[in-house]
């Protein structure tokens, strides 16, 4: 006999929320080969549009230490832990040299105060940044952080990573933070949820830099020989390379107000905590009364409407009210009750 049990009867024992974050994340990495990877994304001087997508690091379906969590928009992004071990041969992205004005953008919610690593190039060597992106612990009583930028354009005649800017910020720990990198000839801007927050100035001697045959990309750390600080903990919805600097700036995906773990259950809304409170009542008018009680107990004429009492003192504070995360009730000030109509007459029998 034919099978008449329903798609979703037979899909009981799956998890559909996770099979459609597959699905939606395997659509956007379009099944890309990983040779293919960045053919219509690099860029040079001529060619300043395009960019390069580091989350195609991450292959689907998904790797050890990477699993799905909710972005600030309500979609499913990445989330690495600890145990994310994401690299993959540099030439798969950077197949031109690095043009001499560029942009990074990351937006991300990391979940620790040194955070590491968004991304790392190390040389083939194991022991020079060739160009990478770390997060730091600052002053943490100040809720501050590090972000130092490498830049060492000529890897095989140095020993050490050269930073190119080392900037302070606030915290991004547990919070959507956009960054914007911008890079110029003479200068070095970051923006931070699209509002520029420091310029430094900075001469290169070169301008351009090419990336080491042999050299590794990491995401989330800098590989096994780099380990100042932990591997990045942490959503991740982008991280790419740009060819044009003033992408740093744009004001987009910046409308959000969000905060919370991220750790997919929720996202909370904080909008502005207002105060309620109400006035003391006021005094009863000074109507007359016309209606009597006889000792039938029959009901007396209805008197005249009091006048209206003084306004009442104010109260004291009212208790701060919760966020609210649903529609307040509609406002029904305004509307008032009718007056009541006359007795109609007696029906006939």
Known sequence: MPDRRTSSERLSGLDLSKMLMLVLLAVMACGIPRSE?????????????????????????????????????????????????????AQF??????????????????YRQDAGYLFAVVNPYQTVI????????????????????????????????QK????TIPSTANRWTKLGIKVESDQVSLYLNCQLHERIAKTRQV??????????????????????????????VSL???????????????????????????????????????????????????????????????GDRGEKGDIGAPGPPGIDRPPMITPPPPSLEGLTKGLKGDRGMPGQT
Do not use: W
């Open 164 to 167: 190119l800017a080392v900037f």
């Open 240 to 302: 790419k390379i740009y060819g044009d600097p003033s992408e740093a700036e744009y004001h987009d995906d910046c409308d959000f107000d969000y905060s919370g773990s991220g750790d997919g259950s929720s996202i909370v809304i904080e909008p502005p905590i207002t105060h309620t409170s109400s006035g003391v009542k006021g005094d009863s008018g000074d109507g007359v009364s016309v209606s009597t009680k006889s000792s039938s107990l029959q009901k007396g004429e209805k």
């Open 93 to 110: 992205f950077f197949r031109e040299p690095l043009t001499e004005e560029f942009s990074i953008v990351a937006l991300i919610n990391g």
């Open 37 to 89: 990877a960045q053919t219509d994304t690099d860029f040079s001087d001529s060619a300043d549009s395009m960019h390069i997508d580091l989350l195609n690091v991450i292959e689907l379906p998904k790797e050890p230490g990477v699993d799905f969590t909710t972005g600030p928009d309500g979609y499913p992004v990445y989330e690495l832990t600890r145990e994310a071990s994401l690299q993959e041969p």
């Open 207 to 236: 301008k351009s830099l090419e990336i080491e045959s042999g050299s590794h990309l990491y995401v989330g750390s800098a590989g096994s020989s780099f380990t100042d600080t932990p591997n990045f903990e942490g959503a991740l």
């Open 130 to 161: 060739q160009f990478g992106v770390q997060l730091t612990a600052g002053d943490r009583g100040r809720g501050e952080q590090k972000l130092i930028v490498y830049y060492t354009p000529t890897s095989n005649l140095n020993t050490e990573s």
